[in-house]
């Protein structure tokens, strides 16, 4: 195996490990880190990045100016359904699904990146049992996905990011384990739907540092990367990531407030006066609006702000995380909403869908 630490600072072995890591290709990292003794690619970034200040990036292509950037990702692996097929005939309505707090490379005692993907999988047929129940009425043809952001669980300790919980770096975070999904889940629900919008929120956990600029997130660095990749590969899906830490969204004519929530500081459970007073302030703000959404408190809920205006938090897809059970107190159910809403009713409907079943409610045997 060789030796299990970097070579000693100076030598001309560290010479030659940092210029042959600074070139050498995404596909040629696994073999490098074997040589000099690490477990996987991850562990060599990660010693690279905390004894050095040296992270890899992947080396840049010689192109021609008009050609296009080639983003490399895993194949995408379509989800199926099967669905029963009935087509109501009432006015049609646009599906919203919020996501947030993802949390890829977070470890808990019931979370890591496999159990993402199995509740993912929980979270696409879940969906699209409700879009199917709600067919039966009404056409549901557009979806449009909030993303509220914290899809990473990111490697800032300020953010809760210790190396006990976190299974490997933001760049694997990213490309590795939340992108993979990400991309997969948008294209097997384009075969459902006419047309899927997606906007993007930053969070906090994907922040780089205190220090660094509030854009430099690895949220957005997801959000573009999805964008590049998916732009020309379908013709229904669109993705739009949001530059400022708000963004109003019109869905059926109806303005949606959608922020991440770290916004409105919590000391313990969810400061539910602190947030209501906050979104009145920003509905004068903002010249009004008809709902707002956030994530962040890992706790699905609904709430009226006012005669005017709902208020959704999103779930989170860990379970056992530290910052629930310190700041909220419990461990949270993992859960995201998805609501339909109509050109003159607005919001007619929600649900809060559970993403494991050792989480939905146990009837009383012998009842």
């Known amino acids: 195996m060789g030796k299990r630490f970097l070579p000693k600072d100076g030598s001309k072995d560290l010479e030659k490990l940092i210029k042959t890591y600074k070139t050498c290709s995404r596909d040629e990292l696994p073999a490098l880190a074997k040589k000099h003794g690490f477990k996987n690619d991850c562990s060599l970034m990660d010693s690279m990045r905390h004894r050095l200040g040296i992270s890899w990036v992947e080396p840049a292509r010689e192109t021609k100016e008009d050609k296009e950037i080639v983003v490399n990702l895993p194949p995408i692996n379509l989800k199926t359904y099967n669905p029963i097929k009935h087509k109501g005939k009432g006015d049609p309505e646009t599906q919203v699904l919020l996501l947030s707090d993802w949390h890829a490379g977070e470890i808990t005692p019931t979370f890591n990146s496999t159990t993402l993907k199995n509740r993912a999988d929980k979270l696409y047929k879940s969906l699209l049992s409700i879009t199917y129940l709600h067919r039966n009425m009404y056409p549901v043809n557009d979806l449009v996905i909030i993303d509220l952001g914290d899809n990473v669980h990111g490697e800032n300790v300020h953010q809760g990011a210790t190396i006990e919980n976190t299974e490997c770096g933001a760049m694997s975070q990213v490309f590795e384990i939340a992108m993979p999904e990400l991309n997969n889940l948008l294209c097997s629900l384009s075969q459902e739907f006419r047309s ?15 220090e660094a600029p509030q854009t430099s997130n690895w949220d957005m660095m997801l959000y573009g990367t999805l964008k590049a990749k998916l732009e020309g590969v379908t013709n229904n899906i669109e993705v739009y990531p949001c530059k400022d830490f708000s963004e109003i969204i019109s869905i059926q004519g109806f303005r949606f407030f959608c922020f991440h929530g770290e916004q409105v500081r919590s000391y313990q459970g969810i400061p ?12 004068i ?7 707002s959404c956030c994530g962040h408190w890992h706790k699905d809920d609904l709430l009226r702000v006012s005669a005017k205006t709902k208020h959704f938090i999103n779930g989170a897809f860990p379970t056992d995380d530290p910052f629930a059970l310190r700041v909220i107190g419990t461990s949270a159910i993992p859960s995201q909403w998805t609501f339909g809403v109509h050109k003159k009713q607005g919001v007619t409907w929600a649900y809060s869908l559970v993403l494991d079943d050792d989480f939905l409610p146990k009837p009383v045997r012998g009842e």
């Open 272 to 283: 539910y006066f602190a947030l209501i007073r906050k979104i009145i302030s920003w509905f």
């Open 285 to 291: 703000t903002y010249n009004g609006f008809d709902y």
């Open 196 to 210: 899927i919008k997606f906007y993007g929120i930053r969070g906090n956990h994907g922040r780089c540092s205190l």
